[in-house]
């Protein structure tokens, strides 16, 4: 196994926070946890935009389950 490798997962934008940051609720192995997640460059190069609600791909590092890198947007509709 890699152990560079990045966990993928989806989540929902909960709230949206100062610079860019949002607070995403992903399930990892069976259990909730609430991401701090950034827009990663091509999606922030492309200016997409995120509301709370929206579903969002992300990759989350191995070793510290509280952060994240948001990689795209899903097109599914937001979820209330």
Do not use: C, W
């Not at 190069?45 to 947007?73: A, F, N």
């Amino acid at each position: 196994m890699d152990k560079n490798r990045a966990i993928t997962t989806t989540g929902i934008v909960r709230e949206t926070l100062p610079n860019a940051m949002f607070q995403v609720d992903v399930e990892i192995g069976g259990k909730h946890h609430v991401v701090v997640a950034h827009v990663a460059g091509k999606a922030r190069l492309q200016t997409v935009k995120m509301l709370p609600g929206d579903l969002v791909t992300l990759e989350i590092s191995r070793y510290d389950l509280s952060r994240g890198r948001i990689i795209q947007r899903d097109r599914k509709e937001r979820s209330r």
